[in-house]
């Protein structure tokens, strides 16, 4: 076997290498990355410098591979950002599993959403891996369109050549998170910036659990096959309680139904951009909190053997990482 990893530097491909040298030979994996970091070199894999996106560079990297994990994405809220989304989604995934047809590669493990499927204006829907796509929800954002059309594009470029398995985890919590792509909203929480409550609900995953199992996909996931990765489905009202109570961190916040939040982020946005700051909460995120993200997630738990952790467990774990990193090395903690 010889593994090749996209995406290798985010959020979850971070912790996906550490659980994935924990079962491999370093020397069988090669990762393909816009840059080299400590964290690779201290796991003594090859790494190519390179994109998703260019034909010369993944065919380089494919040479010799027989299984690919490909978990490069871009997560962005923004509507301008929509471009960037689908160049590195559709367009570079559309790469990626050409040159692995051309190569041999057997099998590949790629990483989308549950977004692509879990959305509803309603709690008291859960779907599962079998429900159709909520086009008219999806399509209101370019990430969760993108991963779509990305889906779609890996069906189609791998067809009969390549075994297909995909992973949809939802919001990914946890500690690691560099770039705070998924875990803006418990900073801005941490920093006293959210003031309203959605009416909606969302699904967490401790994206810890999420790596630890993605290499059980390549074993033992279906060709053609997605599993659903969520932990627990919590309306935004329990989600932020939680948060406040393991925190100890307490603020006043108001309740509001239907767009209310969308315009309140608006108008807080407007007035932090005119001050050159950057929003605690973008209007498109907002705007998705109106929702359920709610999903059935029995399919992993049966056939994978996915067993996520306690929520606290991993909300704690997303605080401590918070306070540490990104606001002032613990200057948030509590004085006993």
Known sequence: MKILVTGATGFLGN??????????????????????????????????????????????????????????????????????????????????????????????VMSSTSGTIAISERDDEWPDESSPPPMALITRWGYYTSKLYQEATARRFCGDKVELVMVNPSLLLGPGDERIGSTREVVSFLAGDVRVVPPGGIN???????????????????????????????????YFDRMERLSKEYSPRVKLK??????????????????????????????????????????????????????????????????????GNGAFKKKS
Not at 209 to 235: Q, S
Not at 289 to 305: I, M, N, V
Not at 315 to 322: Q, W
Request: charged share 25%; glycine share 8%.
């Open 15 to 108: 912790h996906f290498m550490d659980a994935l040298c924990k079962r491999v030979d370093s020397a069988d994996i090669r990762v393909l990355s816009l840059f080299n970091t400590p964290a690779l070199d201290a796991h003594g894999v090859e790494v190519l410098v390179g994109t998703v996106t260019s034909e010369s560079d993944v065919a380089r990297a494919m040479e010799g591979i027989t299984h690919v994990y490909h978990l490069a994405g871009f997560v962005s809220r923004k509507p301008e950002d929509a471009h960037l989304m689908f160049q590195v989604h559709v367009d570079g995934t559309r790469v990626v599993c050409q040159a692995a047809a051309a190569a041999g590669v057997k099998r590949m």
């Open 258 to 327: 239907g767009n209310w939040p969308w315009f309140a982020a608006r108008a807080q946005s407007a007035i932090f951009k005119a001050l050159g700051r950057t929003p605690p909460i973008e209007p498109a995120a907002a705007d998705q909190a109106k929702y359920f993200w709610y999903f059935d997630g029995a399919k992993a738990r049966e056939e994978l053997g996915f067993a996520p952790r306690e929520a606290s467990a991993t909300i704690f774990d997303t605080i401590e990482y918070v306070r540490e990193v990104h606001l």
């Open 204 to 238: 967490f995953v401790d994206a810890r659990d999420v790596a630890a199992i993605i290499p059980v996909a390549m074993e033992k996931g279906r060709p053609g096959e997605r599993y659903l990765l969520g932990g627990h489905n919590m309306t935004f009202a329990e």
